[in-house]
């Protein structure tokens, strides 16, 4: 049965182009004695945007394990499938992200609820979890109303597993299921029994992605109740080790964090509750490399600036454009961002002082950042100019991405340095 270590990390990179400095990133936490494993991932909107196939990024993870002589396991992630996209990822991926959030509260059958209901009777009381303060209350009313609001979506992604075992063979990939996108955060007491109905549908999930309190949004901190976050994250923890040993479930169930990257507040949080629960932990990061590209481009001056430049410029015109597919994880405040006019007059270092993830820095802009990073799209439109100039540029855009996902995301949350 293919499984996935303790610790692993989703990287993505909008033109798969970066994928051996990606990947140097977690040798630098490997030669300190920390295993992290690299999934790439990609969703479908992601490919459907900028004109890649899953097969791209399977050559991509493929090619940067060979000429680093990786000596561990890689992934290639389905991020956020459903029956409806999965099909063209089933050849090229081998870990696949169920996303069930849109089935949440369609309604099972009666016959499918009450069986659910009646099988979870032993646990009707108050039921103690180590790790949760506070017992939780399960009456047949919560059950029910549990069962109304989840059952559908866990039958759902059993559906989904299903098929895709179907094709790829029971064993030969890690399976996460993500409710991430849901309405609202799960409670330990709902994690709890969405876990008991994946074990009944037989789902060997490896990963599970709940909501949390607050705002994953891209490419910038969290924002939200820090102190509930952390008391989530914890007992999410405490329910998975409890619902792992109940259900049967795989030994290495872990949390999977769809991050939007740069999460600092948040990592040494995590780092800490992981540690001591003894926990594994998959991050899910967004994409945040291609602004290491655009910080790569703008630094070195000349056509890299002006190219940085123009971006912004065509980016800004086109902002609604830009903006829609991503208006539910980006907070944008348009008065606040600079006009392009603005923009051309700045230096290379006034450029990567705004763009840059240095919340310290007077200089950075949540809003110039969030705007070039849902612009990539804008690069694609002229590739070949664009991937010249990476060509052109390699070994500074190189170590601005080994950087970040080292600095920024291994070293506080794995390896808690930097914190
Ligand atoms: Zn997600």
Redesign the pocket.
């Given at each position: 049965m293919r499984s996935i270590s303790k610790f692993s990390m989703g990287i993505g990179d909008r033109f798969g182009m970066e994928g051996v400095a990606q990947l140097r990133a977690f040798q630098a936490a490997l030669d300190r004695g920390v295993t992290i494993t690299p999934v790439w991932n990609k969703s479908n909107r992601e490919h459907s945007l900028i004109g890649t196939l899953p097969e791209d990024v399977r050559s991509e993870a493929d090619t940067a394990v060979a000429r680093c002589q990786w000596p561990g396991d890689h992934f290639v992630d389905a991020d956020?499938i459903g029956l409806g996209t999965v099909d063209k990822f089933l050849v090229a991926s081998d870990f696949f992200t169920i996303d069930v959030a849109d089935a949440i509260g369609k309604p099972a059958s009666g016959e499918a609820i009450a069986a659910y209901t009646a099988a979870m009777l032993p646990f009707l009381g108050a039921l103690r979890i180590p790790g949760v303060a506070a017992p939780l209350s399960v009456t047949h009313a919560s059950l029910t109303e549990i069962a109304t609001k989840y059952l559908f979506a866990v039958e759902e992604a059993g559906r989904v597993y299903r098929h895709i075992a179907q094709s790829k063979g029971e064993g030969n990939f890690v399976t996460e299921v993500?409710f991430?996108?849901a309405q609202t955060p799960q409670t330990p007491a709902e994690l709890f029994f969405i876990l008991a109905a994946a074990a009944r549908e037989r789902i060997p999930v490896a990963t599970v992605?709940p909501k949390f309190t607050g705002e994953f949004l891209k490419g910038i901190d969290y924002v939200g109740d820090i102190g509930r976050f952390t008391q989530e994250f914890e007992e999410d923890l405490a329910v998975l080790a409890f619902a792992r040993k109940t259900f049967a479930l795989p030994e290495g169930l872990k949390l999977s964090i769809?991050s939007g990257s740069d999460k600092f507040s948040l990592y040494p949080i995590m780092h800490q509750a992981i540690m001591k629960a003894d926990a594994g932990l998959h991050l899910?990061t967004a994409g945040t490399t291609w602004l290491e590209e655009v910080i790569g481009l703008a630094a070195a001056g000349g056509d890299g600036l002006a190219f940085a430049k123009a971006l912004y410029r065509e980016a800004y015109g086109r902002y609604d454009d830009m903006a829609k597919p991503y208006l539910t994880v980006i907070a944008i405040d348009r008065q606040a961002l600079p006009t392009p006019a603005e923009v051309d007059g700045w230096s290379a270092e006034a450029y990567v002082a705004a763009l840059a993830h240095d919340q310290a820095c007077p200089r950075f802009s949540i809003h110039f950042r969030q705007m070039v990073h849902i612009s990539f799209r804008l690069a694609a439109e002229q590739r070949p100019r664009y991937l010249a100039l990476l060509e052109a540029n390699r070994a500074s855009i190189e170590a601005h991405v080994f950087d970040n996902i080292l600095k920024r995301h291994i070293e506080p949350l794995f390896l808690r340095i930097g914190v």
């Open positions: 956020h993500s991430d996108e992605a769809h899910k």
